[in-house]
């Protein structure tokens, strides 16, 4: 019987060359990895790092967070509705797929964190945009206040989201030149944001509020 050498033995049965280069492979596929993560989100490796521990927290042993994941842990860091949850979550998750990977939950974190002002207002349009169609509707956009307006529930309340949507549509739809139609694009909104400082403040009155602090949903 053919003796086995200690290399292939010690390796499983792979010569410990092919183990060695299997291992530099590994090495070099991890730290473009990382340097992707690095460019695509503007953190340093610490700070990734740091991230995706909390991001495995939430996901637990599964290496992506569902919508259930989400929700639990988002509501009770921020203290806000689960709708509110779900809407951030459909904005962050980007393939449509039901989960949020590490690279969308970065994207996530960097954009609230570090994102320009029109950055982070998309965040707000894809998460109260339900149907995905681009457009928020006047419907979706009073969804929206009802759930993040800090007023009691009952008439004024109303009174309140219905004089601010309607204020917001007189003032966005049709703001990049295109005809009114009822419905605000993101490009209505960047047109009508970046057209004077009123309407800066209007969309951060409008908008800003909902935009989440991105410490305190990933925590120490």
């Known amino acids: 019987e053919r003796a086995v050498p200690p290399a292939v033995r010690a390796t499983g049965g792979m010569p410990a060359q092919e ?7 590994k090495a070099v596929q991890e730290t473009e990895g990382m340097l992707f993560l690095m460019d695509r989100t503007g953190y ?11 991001f495995k927290r939430i996901a637990g042993e599964e290496d992506k967070i569902d919508l259930q994941g989400f929700r639990s842990f988002y509501c009770s860091v921020m203290m806000c509705s689960a709708q509110v949850a779900d809407g951030v979550f459909r904005a962050a998750d980007h393939t449509c797929d039901g989960f ?3 690279r969308e939950f970065l994207s996530l ?7 320009s002002a029109l950055d982070k207002l998309k965040v707000v349009f894809d998460a109260w945009d339900a149907d995905r ?22 008439a004024a309340k109303e009174v309140a989201v219905h004089s601010m949507t309607q204020r917001a549509f007189r003032r966005i ?9 009822g419905q605000l694009s993101f ?3 960047k047109a009508c944001y970046e057209s004077d400082q009123d309407s800066r403040k209007l969309l ?12 305190a949903l990933i925590g120490p």
């Open 109 to 115: 974190c960097s954009v609230l964190q570090r994102g």
């Open 204 to 215: 951060h009155s409008f908008l800003g509020t909902r935009i989440p602090n991105v410490d």
């Open 19 to 25: 183990e060695k280069k299997k291992g530099a492979k």
């Open 44 to 54: 340093t490796k610490a700070e990734i790092i740091s991230l995706t521990t909390a």
């Open 173 to 181: 739809d049709g703001a990049d030149g295109t005809k009114k139609d």
């Open 133 to 154: 169609s681009g457009h928020l509707s006047a419907d979706e956009v009073e969804t929206m206040l009802r759930a993040t307006i800090t007023l009691e529930e009952g």
């Open 100 to 102: 949020l990977e590490l």
């Open 187 to 189: 490009g209505e909104i």
